[in-house]
T-cell receptor
Framework: GQQLNQSPQSMFIQEGEDVSMNCTSS?????WLWYKQDPGEGPVLLIA?????ELTSNGRLTAQFGITRKDSFLNISASIPSDVGIYFC??????????FGKGTRLSVIA | EPEVTQTPSHQVTQMGQEVILRCVPI?????FYWYRQILGQKVEFLVS??????SEKSEIFDDQFSVERPDGSNFTLKIRSTKLEDSAMYFC??????WGAGGANVLTFGAGSRLTVL
């Protein structure tokens, strides 16, 4: 099945720092999504990307759909304590189910 | 903001017992899904459901699993005879469109039901 490689697996950063995480795939995707999961909660959609090369922002978050359609990155600028959580990339193509990466666990040190 | 609600939030059961996890999808959504997340691991697709039938399922979704939409609002996942390895967080999700519809297909997830099999 389709596999997503998400990195890094975990990050410890100081409050105010910028964060970058990415996902790569051996398969082409038509849609890239980035979700955040807080402890004990379900994934919540942050950003959706539908077109190769697309760069989309949501507040301090910026995500890009790679030109090759096999990768995507998520940047968080000026991190704050509430950014703590697990960030998942997810990809989808054709009529196949949405596939998730293994997640990046973000810890922010105040 | 419309949300997907799941019950129970946590269930503890003995191995071999039947479990039913319940979900109320967003009211105008047409496509329903179950995903699971074993502790510390990624979210994995189990099954998708549309028009009162399964549209796709993964290899995880074996004969021990079944889904049902018993009325106009609930969507249930049944595990017939639970195994230790069924312990996980089970997420229900719903969407307005199908996988291949592009743009508007965004899944909204519930908060999950944590299943612990002893």
């Amino acid at each position: 099945g389709q596999q997503l490689n998400q990195s890094p697996q975990s990050m410890f950063i100081q409050e105010g720092e910028d964060v970058s995480m990415n996902c790569t795939s051996s398969s082409i995707f038509n849609t890239w999504l980035w979700y955040k999961q807080d402890p004990g909660e379900g994934p919540v959609l942050l950003i959706a990307l539908y077109k190769a090369g697309e760069l989309t922002s949501n507040g301090r978050l910026t995500a890009q759909f790679g030109i090759t359609r096999k990768d995507s990155f998520l940047n968080i600028s000026a991190s704050i304590p509430s950014d703590v959580g697990i960030y998942f990339c997810a990809g989808q193509s054709g009529n196949t189910p949405l596939v998730f990466g293994k997640g990046t666990r973000l810890s922010v040190i105040a | 903001e419309p949300e997907v609600t799941q019950t129970p939030s946590h269930q503890v059961t003995q191995m071999g017992q039947e479990v039913i996890l319940r979900c109320v999808p967003i009211s105008n959504h047409l496509y329903f899904y179950w995903y699971r997340q074993i502790l510390g691991q990624k979210v994995e697709f189990l099954v998708s459901f549309y028009n009162n039938e399964i549209s796709e399922k993964s290899e995880i979704f074996d004969d021990q699993f079944s889904v049902e939409r018993p009325d106009g609002s609930n969507f249930t996942l049944k595990i017939r005879s639970t195994k230790l390895e069924d312990s996980a967080m089970y997420f229900c999700a719903s969407s307005w469109t199908s996988w291949g519809a592009g743009g508007a297909n965004v899944l909204t997830f519930g908060a999950g039901s944590r299943l612990t099999v002893l």
